[in-house]
């Protein structure tokens, strides 16, 4: 007897979170700049060979060609073999032995100089809110001067989490006392941006404040250093649907040069070819079109009932494309090499 209460395979479909619009991820609309390689500059690859093959074939699709990820120092070698000229590594600690002890960081500190050592050129620190609940740690922490310096001392320029989504702090993040308030977990970017500069620091998630330009004009004037990166992608994509797509585009233009595009997609085996190839549709959509419509992407945070978000895309020039898809990270990363930046 059939089960009644299995839905059928193309219900099943209908609902994955990542399409629940039925895009063919197969066939990815025409990139506006079909010939130009792509950089993914914050993206976290791992997991087995498997799980990163199935992931390279969306990357292939969608004509991304380069990658700059963070891979816990064990992993390196098999992916450098594998992919050969294709990825660049990111210092990370080992996160899974995370403690605030100095036999913790000692061995940080080595491993930052050990992914020097094997060619990274960029050191991460996370400072969500969520670490300072489960280890009341900020990047100004003087406990953590030893691994910032470690870093500079290595010629490295830095990634930084410092914060998270507006409809966090109004919810599970409504206790100020363990959390901070939005504003004050900026303190730390200050001090921090200051503290390295002139190396390049790089806001992770459009340093964590995609819901308000302004403020993100602010910092970018106020520390001529600070970049930031277009990952994590359902939250930039209902952020950044909401705000003028003209309004949007004029702050992609003043900021050309310190704009670099990311997913922060998290290779696992629990990922499918839809999960992967969603981020990527929803960003070119995103920055290539101005595309009206629902997201495919299923989205919690959407205040919604059914976690539907609108998709405005913001359609930038090819120039201002260029740069953020390519020529950004490039003239970082060379400029790394090259000690240019002090
Ligand atoms: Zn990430």
Redesign the pocket.
Known sequence: MPNRNRPSKAAAKRHHPANRTGVDYRHPPERRLPSLPITDA?I?LRGGLEALRRFFRVADLYGINRFCS?TFLEQIDEIRRTWPGRVDFIAIPDYRQFKRTRRFLNRWRHDVIEFARRGARICKLWAAPRAREQWDFTIDLPWLRPVIDAAVDAGMGFMV?VADPDAWFATRYANADIYGTKERNYDQLHWFADYVSPRPVIG?HFIGHSENLDHLDMLLNGHRNLMLDT??TKWIAREISRHRPERARQFFSRHRGRILFGS?L?IDPKYDFTHYASRYWVQQMLWESAFRGDSPIEDPDAGTADGRVRLRGVKLGDDVLREIYFANYQRLIGGLEAGLFG
């Open positions: 914050h976290h963070m989490h992770a990952s994590a922060d998290v």
